[in-house]
Every structure is written in C-alpha cells, then in structure tokens.
C-alpha cells in the first residue's frame, strides 16, 4: 500500500491563506497528506524526498494559481505528477485557486481539460469535502453514515450536499460480500443503513477489502470494549462505535479535544482503546504436531 494518499503540490505564496488550512483540514479527517510542512525536516534533500512522495501517492492535487504558473519548482513536481499520471495511472486533481481558463490553458492546456475543483479562500470547507470524497471515497461515506460531527470549521458544509463517488466494482466477489452482510448485521443497530446501501457503498470504494478489513477491526473492538464496560446500553455502544472509528482511521486528535470538552466518557475512550489492542486475539500454542 502507498504511504501517501495524495500530494499537494503548490506555490509558497498560497501557503498561509488557503495550502495550510486545507492540508490540516485534511489531515483531520486522516487522509494521508504529503505536504512539505508536514513530512520535510532540516537536512533533507529537496529534490530526493519530493521525488519519493512523488512515487508513493495514490493522487496528486496541484493547486494551480497564477503563483504557481511563475514558479520554477511546482514545474518539476507537474512534470513528476503527469509522468505518474500516464505510467503510473496515478489520478491528478487539478484545484485552481484565483485563475482564470484562459491563463490555465495558456500554461498547459491539457490540465484546462481535466475535471477541477474552484476554490477560493473562502471556500476551504467545501474544498476539503470534496477532496475527501475523491481520495477516501468509504472513508467519506463512513463519516456521513455515523452521524459524526466533523470539524467545526468544515461544518458548513454537509456531506448529502455532495454527489456520491461513482461505483468502481459493479461485481464484489462472494466472500467479501458475505463478510459486508455480517459487518452490517453488527452495526445496523448504530448505522441505520439498509444492507444494500451499504453493499453499494462499498462497492464505490477504491478497495473495498481493505475497507471491510477496518470495520471487521473496528467490529472486533467494540465486543470486546461493550465485554468490558460490561453493559448492553445502545447510546453507550453508539458513543463507543464514533470513538473506535476515530481511533481505528488515525483521527486521535479529535478523540482528546471531545474528552477536554466532556463530550465523550473516558470509561467509553478507555475501553475502545483496550478493545482495539485486543482486536486480533493473540494465539498461543502449547503443543506443536510435526
């Protein structure tokens, strides 16, 4: 699996009012971001670690500015990203910030073609969502179906005011979809979803094995986290499926901010987290028959 699910390639100058925020933002919703801020540190040699998240992102978003036509740097990072694009099959999200067609087209005017996503600096919110729904197209549709609140400042834009992700497997093989029909009868007491939604939904992710692999985890836990709190209360078991899902796709940050505020239980925190390390039971053998 590539460490990265998507580059940002962009110009210094659009860092601080829209490239900062939007790659926090992401990364609150645990996509796995390359961004410079976040991966590069004194000593690293530029061109030797650019190259390297080059290769291992499953997407490229260039956020296209007229400071990006002017720089020389974000040219050898359009140059890595279209290589990948053509051999690699590696999706480009081109994101104009502030650009008119005719300047994009002048610069390249293959980009002018490709499907973009407009932004403004104060459009960040709807940028991020969107963003997601095209990288983490399950991870999208699993904060939408758990009622989850995302981050305050993205808020103000609701999941069902985006369109869905086109389904990628019209035809999952039949274990899988055995293994999606006994995740759903787990959760269908805290995700109201029809099983066939939820098939569909899977059916739109990139890789849907992986993505039942987190919630058969995710499933594992939270038997043995309600085991431990010793109790069958359905609020407690909704509270304790959102933290699990926090925990389980990297998002812990948001997990300690709601436990400052006293919007989730510690019992409830503590539990998932001891569920989580007991997830994959430990096997031990006494005796060995060769």
Known sequence: ???????????????EAFVDPLARRLRQLAVRVWYDKFVL??????????????????YGLLVISPA???KKWTRYELSGLINRFVEDNTRLIPLWLGITRAEV???????????????????????TLEILRIVRPQLYENVSLLGMQLPDEIKKVRPKDLKEGPIRHHDLPAALLVRIQNI??????????PLEKTIENFQRDLRPESE????????????????????????????LFKVLFLLATGTSQSVTERLRSGDIDTAIVEAARYGLN?????????????
């Open 105 to 127: 087209v002048a610069f390249n005017p293959a980009l002018a073609d490709l499907l973009s996503i407009h932004a403004n600096k104060d459009n960040i919110e709807a940028c």
């Open 41 to 58: 540190i004194p000593g690293d040699r530029l061109s030797e670690k650019i190259a390297e998240g080059l290769a291992k992102s499953r």
């Open 278 to 290: 007991k997830a994959v039971p430990v096997v031990t053998v006494s005796d060995v028959d060769v």
């Open 68 to 70: 990006f036509i002017s």
């Open 212 to 239: 039942v692999e987190i919630w058969e985890r995710i499933i594992s836990a939270a038997n043995a986290a309600m085991a431990r709190l010793k109790t069958n209360d359905s609020a407690t078991r909704q509270q």
């Open 184 to 193: 759903w009868f787990s959760i269908r007491d805290v995700v109201s979803v």
């Open 1 to 15: 699996m590539t460490p990265w699910d998507i580059f940002i390639s962009h110009a210094s100058d659009d860092k």
